[in-house]
């Protein structure tokens, strides 16, 4: 942890930050590898197509060219040098390398590999490619068979990114709180509500304040044993990342549900669970299309907590489906 939070907080521990961004690659060669890189696996070619479409919207101009030039036709780039797919996009071999290590890739051979298996699946069918907008004039025929398309994507590219490593070690977190706070603005705190009344009803202690005010003023009476958990899609929501920090600088496990893990929000998360949406457009903007993913990541979350506490939440459940029985009953069973 950096002296000053240290000096401000009292709680000593190492500072998470967020995705760290690539480091300078060496002059790269047709073909450069660049040196060899830390932390996740190497992405499956289904997961580099989600990645593509999460990281893309934070990207550089120029990164983002090299990013749709492999997600637009990836046979065609995997045939390119890493000169011939800077050429091809206008841009530099160092902005090729920086973009495949961003996505998760040591060098550029690596990321051609990966277009390669990609352009293979799409060929055989496994990997449906990216759905067109939605236009005005749609008919709404057109529009269900999208959005249809779009909300299935978003599912498969969050399930292919998803860090089960820091999922597993979100599950144990809420398992074991003490008390869970959950923060979010607009969509995503629709989001939070329902993980907090799937929280509560197996027995957990959870809230999710829809004051931003009342957020951070729940966030200081947190301590070692709570959970906070912030949902954004951007990464960068003031409302969302001030609570979050105060409750990782009163000691609390912090995560953060993001379709932008290099955001802002990462500085004051333990564990960071990326996100997809659709293409962002006139008349879905990303913002929207992301709380399908939101849903599926606190799905996700809810089930391996009922599964670590199966013996109280078991009862809990039941309890709670037969407190509300009467009410779905037929009013001549009443």
Request: proline share 7%.
């Amino acid at each position: 942890m950096s002296s000053k939070l240290k000096e401000t907080t009292g709680v000593d521990r190492p500072v998470p930050s967020p995705a760290a961004a690539p480091a300078a690659p060496a002059p790269a060669g047709p073909g450069a590898a660049g040196p060899a890189a830390t932390g996740p696996a190497v992405p499956a070619p289904g997961a580099l197509a989600a990645k593509v479409r999460t990281l893309a919207p934070s990207m550089t101009r120029s990164m983002q060219r090299v990013a749709e030039a492999v997600a637009g036709d990836p046979a065609g780039s995997a045939a390119l040098t890493v000169t011939g797919l800077a050429e091809r996009t206008g841009t530099s071999e160092a902005t090729v390398v920086r973009t495949a290590r961003l996505l998760g890739y040591p060098g550029y051979r690596d990321l051609r590999l990966a277009l390669a298996a990609l352009a293979a699946e799409q060929a055989a069918g496994r990997a449906p490619a990216v759905t067109a907008d939605i236009a005005v004039d749609d008919p709404l025929p057109a529009v269900v068979a999208k959005l249809a398309q779009e909300e299935a994507q978003c599912l498969a590219d969050t399930a292919a990114a998803l860090d089960t490593a820091q999922l597993e070690a979100a599950v144990a977190a809420l398992a074991g709180a003490r008390r869970i706070d959950v923060y979010g603005i607009g969509a995503s705190h629709l989001v939070g509500q329902d993980l907090v009344q799937k929280l509560l009803r197996i027995g957990l202690i959870a809230h999710a304040p829809a004051d931003p005010h009342l957020a951070v003023t729940n966030a200081v009476q947190l301590r070692a044993g709570d959970v906070a958990v912030a949902i954004t899609h951007s990464g960068r929501t003031t409302d969302v990342i001030e609570p979050l920090r105060v409750a990782f600088e009163h000691g609390a496990t912090t995560l953060a549900i993001t379709g932008r893990p290099e955001g802002e929000i990462a500085q004051y998360a333990d564990h960071v669970l990326t996100t997809s949406s659709a293409r962002e457009s006139e008349l879905r903007p990303a913002a929207m299309s992301s709380r399908t993913s939101q849903l599926l990541v606190v799905d996700c979350l809810f089930i391996g907590v009922a599964q670590r506490t199966y013996e109280t939440a078991a009862p809990a459940l039941s309890a709670s489906y037969e407190a509300l029985a009467h009410r779905h009953a037929p009013r001549s069973q009443r």
